[in-house]
Nanobody, 125 residues
């Protein structure tokens, strides 16, 4: 049985940092990443890391590039999202996602097979 368990969300002031973790069990994945959904908005891509035949690749949404860093510990089957310089606009439920096979479309939610339960990130002004 596949499980994605997220942790690390919370309340932080603007300019602060948080580190999200997502531990996967039951399978290994070509790609793991993060999406988020703010109240009244659609779920959006944040960042992802994928293993390809030519090496690892990462991608970031424009809004978080330079502030967020994704990393993976393959031995622990875990993906992390280090979030620095947080802004009020980053407030959302953050979801971990995992794809069994990376088919080249890293930022599309439809490419992912499994999802975590979500962890709340709240950034106050």
């Amino acid at each position: 049985q596949v499980q994605l368990v997220e942790s690390g969300g919370g309340l932080v002031q603007a300019g602060g940092s948080l580190r999200l973790s997502c531990a996967a069990s039951g399978r290994t994945f070509d790609a793991m990443g993060w999406f988020r959904q703010a109240p009244g908005k659609e779920r959006e891509f944040v960042s992802a890391s994928a293993t390809t035949t030519s090496g690892d690749t990462t991608a970031y949404a424009h809004s978080v590039k330079g502030r967020f860093t994704i990393s993976r510990d393959n031995a622990k089957n875990t993906v992390y999202l280090q979030m620095n310089s947080l802004e009020v606009e980053d407030t959302a439920v953050y979801y971990c996602a995992a794809a069994l096979r990376f088919l080249g479309i890293i930022a599309d939610a439809r490419a992912y097979d499994y999802w975590g339960q979500g962890t709340q990130v709240t950034v106050s002004s």
